[in-house]
């Protein structure tokens, strides 16, 4: 048996289909194998036709009653077969479209196994295009059909027999990939039982053994090879060791408010960091509004005291702005300089910052992703934070630490994670917590209303406005389309302005707005001379209006839960109650579900985790992004139970050998070889 073998030569293959499977990424016989369900189809259960139910995929085991019929509708387009089969409880129509040949298929007075998806209405019983077998054969039926995630030109029942083929080959000769005294401590399936009965179980325990074992694999290669690579980095990164002699509560005195207790402990962490002469490599999560960026300040006082320089980054210039104008506030006068490096920038004031910023005038250089560009040379850097790391790619946190020699690095994020989660996204970090809210933080009241209260919520706006309050209002879109059912900024802005708030200053903001544009307007909004913003999610991170008091987000149902979070941890920022308004259309299950959850918490791991659980870690986390190679098996979500086992396993086992060295753990570093091929880099 050859795992690499073409898998054009595997039978049921030839030249045509294997170019389709090249497609779905089967090039080999182990691609082929490898090529794991996505689900299966239990059409192993028999029931009568009196308890089937409207809706569900059924097997019944009937006799056809009568010839089968071939109808041509009245245009010609399409060919219906029907014929009557029975049980002994009930008669049940068979329907297929556009498959005249069936009809030879089929003997009145034989029994046959018919799996499809049963109708009920007007007392009589229709199933549509079921898949069959003659009774006593079962191969499209009587078990538990894998399903496989296709494209097209290739049927399920083809790829399932290809697959067959592929796994007789195959038989029991697999290597096993996981040491003996793990598959016994944990019970795991062998790894040739578990190839076969991921594809082929003939009970769903059958098939969970072998997905537990599979994901269990898995996990375990990954978080070995984290844990391995945090070791290495933590051992060679030899980085700058900050002057001990600079006191961080040297700013933590001067500031007008008092830092909570999870602010102080992360700021001691990074302290710690700093201070030792290995690189910092720490993310910082926090829930929006729980005072990440007086943590990155402080940090930023610490590296330019020290005699270098920092650098932050945020994703919008929104943003960057507003840090410079937290930074500068309460650094300037501790005589370090600021400034703002952004893509938008007259070309002269350009010129001149990347002239300081080489030349080590400017202290601390706050920006967008334009930080990033080879022109911008650092004269000593020494610290790199990035905000709202989420928006971000591993690669850019990379190229940014270039800039400078051993530089350290803080990573800032407002989207919470669960614990073990974030140890596989962010294996190589170390991870501070800022889990509380500055105290009298009043909770937002959130309300979600459908289209029909647009008048209350009107009114209720221009009541917190006299109040001297002022209101955000979110839309999805920019500018009209036709082809999208959801509000935009201009169409509402005009109607806003020229009708229902016509007594009030009403402005409008979105990303494509020229950088002088945006600035003047949150400028504006900021010094309380807009009343009412309109605006796109560009205000979605960071933005910082403590008078603003309430959100409004149109097309509420358009937007996944974490942002809805992050866009009302735009209001309940300073000392007023504040509100968060949801205007949704559409009656989902899943819409209802998502509005629910954010009336009823404020708290982000709670979100998040809902988040994850209604729209799978994938899309959630965007993996991709984050570098972390796909799964075939496991899932992030769903295997907490497993991850928790495997992270505890991971640790002892690189505890007494780190490099899987020896004799028993030789299998696993095959294994993490052979996933990463070599090349490691996460
Ligand atoms: P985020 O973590 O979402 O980035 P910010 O850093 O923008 O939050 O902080 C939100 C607001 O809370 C800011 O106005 C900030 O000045 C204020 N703040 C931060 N820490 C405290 C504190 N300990 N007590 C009171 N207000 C605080
Ligand atoms: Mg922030």
Redesign the pocket.
């Known amino acids: 048996m050859d795992l690499s073998k073409n898998v054009q030569y595997i039978k049921g293959v030839g030249e045509e289909r294997s170019k389709v499977l090249n497609r779905l990424g089967i090039f080999t016989l182990e691609d082929l194998i490898t090529y794991y369900p996505r689900d299966y189809e239990d059409r192993s259960k028999v029931k009568n036709l009196e308890d089937t139910i409207d809706g569900e995929e059924t097997l019944i085991k009937a006799t056809v009653v009568t010839k089968m019929q071939v109808i041509s509708t009245r245009n010609r387009r399409m060919k219906i077969c029907k014929m009557i089969v029975r049980d002994e409880t009930d008669a049940c129509e068979v329907v297929w479209y556009n498959q005249p040949y069936l009809k030879q298929r089929f003997q009145i007075g034989e029994e046959y196994n018919l799996f499809g998806k049963i109708s009920k209405g007007n007392g009589h019983i229709v199933m549509n295009s079921p898949v069959f077998d003659k009774d006593g054969i079962s191969s499209n039926t009587g078990k538990i059909i894998p399903i496989y995630p296709l494209t097209y030109k290739i049927s399920q029942n083809q790829i399932r027999k290809i697959i067959e083929n592929g796994l007789s080959l195959v038989q029991n000769n697999l290597e096993e990939t996981m040491p003996e005294y793990i598959l016994k401590e944990y019970g795991l399936l062998d790894i040739n039982s578990a190839v076969h009965k991921i594809h082929f179980p003939e009970t769903f325990e059958e098939f969970e053994k072998a997905r537990y074992r599979l994901a269990f694999e898995e996990l375990l290669i990954m978080q070995l090879l984290l844990l391995n690579l945090k070791n290495k980095a933590m051992k060679k990164e030899s980085g700058i060791a900050f002057d001990k002699n600079i006191k961080m509560s040297d700013v933590i005195n001067r500031?007008p408010?008092?830092?909570?207790k999870a602010?102080l402990r992360a700021i001691e962490e990074i302290d710690r960091d700093m201070e030792s002469d290995r690189s910092m490599n720490r993310l910082l999560q926090?829930?929006?509004?729980?005072?990440?960026?007086?943590?990155a300040i402080i940090a930023a006082y610490k590296a330019v005291k020290s005699g270098y320089q920092m650098a932050i980054m945020a994703p919008t210039s929104i943003l960057a702005s507003q840090h410079l104008e937290?930074f500068t506030e309460i650094l300037e006068p501790l005589g370090i300089r600021c400034e703002l490096l952004i893509s938008n920038m007259p070309a002269k004031k350009k010129r001149k910052v990347l002239e300081e910023i080489a030349n080590g005038k400017i202290d601390v250089v706050i920006g967008t992703h334009s930080i990033l560009q080879e022109n911008v040379q650092f004269k000593n850097l020494g610290l790199v934070i990035t905000?709202e790391q989420h928006r971000f790619g591993v690669n850019q946190r990379k190229i940014i630490s270039k800039k400078g020699k051993n530089v350290d690095k803080l990573v800032?994020t407002?989207t919470p994670i669960p614990r073990t989660l974030a140890l596989i996204l962010y294996g190589d970090l170390d991870i501070s917590i800022?889990d509380e809210l500055?105290?009298?933080r009043k909770k937002i009241d959130t309300f979600a209303v459908g289209l029909s209260f647009e008048d209350r919520v009107n009114n209720f706006i221009k009541k917190q406005v006299n109040e001297g309050r002022q209101a955000y209002i979110v839309c999805p879109l920019v500018e009209e389309n036709e082809d999208i059912d959801a509000k935009s900024v201009l169409e509402l802005f005009e109607k806003y302005k020229t009708q229902v708030f016509s007594e009030y200053r009403v402005e409008y903001i979105h990303g494509k707005l020229k950088q002088k544009e945006k600035d003047e307007i949150m400028e504006k909004f900021k010094n309380g001379e807009i009343d009412i913003l309109i605006s796109t999610t560009v205000i979605e991170v960071?933005v910082?209006v403590?008078n603003a008091t309430i959100m409004v987000i149109q097309n509420a149902e358009r937007f996944g839960l974490a942002a809805l979070h992050q866009l009302r941890?735009r209001v309940g920022?300073?000392e007023y109650q504040s509100y968060c308004i949801l205007k949704y259309q559409g009656k989902s299950d899943n819409v209802r579900e998502r509005m629910k959850v954010m009336q009823e918490t404020n708290d982000g791991f709670v979100i998040s985790e809902k988040d994850l659980e209604l729209r799978g870690s994938g899309e959630f986390f965007g993996t991709k992004q984050h570098g972390i190679p796909d799964f075939k098996v496991a899932n992030l979500f769903e295997d907490m139970e497993i991850l928790k086992k495997v992270q505890s396993l991971a640790i002892k086992i690189i505890n007494y050998d780190e490099n899987l060295e020896k004799d028993e753990n030789i299998l696993l570093k095959k294994a993490i070889n052979k996933k990463f091929d070599g090349n490691i880099e996460i």
């Open positions: 500031l408010f008092k830092l909570t602010q926090g829930d929006v509004g729980s005072g990440k960026t007086v943590v937290s905000d800032m407002a800022i500055p105290p009298n960071g910082n403590p941890g920022r300073g």
